[in-house]
């Protein structure tokens, strides 16, 4: 299938330092780009083909759905086709990043049972990290050929996009007895994750899902363990906990996952992880100790 992505692009700030290294496969093109960011960098992008874009060596952009700067987080992106991104780069340094464009048949041959009409944005997936670095070795150097390249687009596209796994005592392929399916349950809870920042009520979620509210809150404690809100506060948490991890500041953290100040996120997190947020980023910022037979040469 002869495939070429149609992306529109405008960034400011941006500038390539290497020639692009690009590789063609049936309905998808793969991208491996070098370049520089200057402090402020920013991007607007917009294209009919859906995309996946994986940052390689650090999560430095941040992409959303909105014009104005957030937070970066993780370095794992989903853009459906027909969605606008805006990228924006605080600090200067170099970027290198690979851009997989999909025909849309071949994402949907892929991945059958994807939902592939919602943005999967700044997320933290290392499995497709390690996919999309073996994918970018070898576009630089496909000494064995297209088969393996498929096969690792197959795996990151599946790992990122597929419905999610049953629990592992689930039975078979049916929803625990009164539970939430496969689908509703993926929806939903995809909409609390792209929604961190506000309050999301049983009814919106019901709706997604084609439940009434008390029908769907009942269903989703089944499938899940908690109520909806309890169980977008633990992804809150989740996001706060990666953000620290990626160096914000505990206030930062609190204003980019929808806490009112950071007190109430330091009583949140606490709650939930047992330590403050400042504890949590002063643990991911200390040197790691190596092992005693490694520190020992042996």
């Known amino acids: ?25 049936d309905g998808i093109v793969i991208d491996l780009w070098r370049v520089q960011s200057d402090a402020g960098a920013r991007g607007r992008y917009v294209s009919p083909d859906p995309r996946i874009v994986v940052e390689l060596d650090r999560a430095s952009l941040s992409l959303s759905r909105r014009p104005e700067p957030v937070p970066p987080a993780g370095p794992v992106h989903y853009v459906p086709a ?24 071949a994402l949907r041959r892929i991945v059958p049972g994807g939902d592939l009409s919602r943005p999967r944005l700044m997320q933290h997936a290392r499995r497709c990290e390690a996919l999309a670095l073996m994918l970018a070795d070898h576009c630089a150097a496909p000494e064995r050929g297209d088969d393996l390249a498929l096969a690792l687009v197959a795996a990151l ?17 049916a929803p625990a007895r009164g539970g939430l399916t496969g689908w509703q349950l993926d929806r939903v809870t995809g909409h609390l994750r792209d929604n961190l920042t506000r309050r999301v009520p049983v009814e919106e979620l019901a709706a997604l899902a084609g439940l009434s509210p008390s029908w769907f809150a009942r269903a989703f404690k089944i499938s899940t363990g908690v109520p909806p809100h309890r169980w977008h506060m633990r992804a809150r948490i989740d996001r706060a906990e990666a953000l620290l991890h990626g160096g914000l500041g505990p206030a930062e953290t ?23 947020p400042a504890a949590a980023r002063r643990n991911a910022a200390a040197p790691r100790a190596l092992p005693q037979s490694a520190s020992n040469g042996g």
């Open 1 to 25: 299938m002869s495939f070429s992505p149609r992306m529109t692009a405008f960034v400011t700030g941006i500038s390539v330092t290497d020639a692009l290294c690009t590789l063609s496969l």
């Open 82 to 105: 027909g969605v606008e991104t805006y990228a924006h780069c605080a600090a200067a340094g170099p970027i290198r990043h690979l851009d997989l464009h999909f025909d849309s048949e």
């Open 157 to 173: 596209a599946i790992d990122l996009l597929g419905p999610p796994p049953l629990p592992h005592d689930a039975a078979t392929s």
């Open 254 to 276: 609190a204003a980019a996952t929808g806490f009112s100040d950071q007190a109430h996120l330091t009583r949140t997190f606490r709650a939930l992880r047992g330590i403050t």
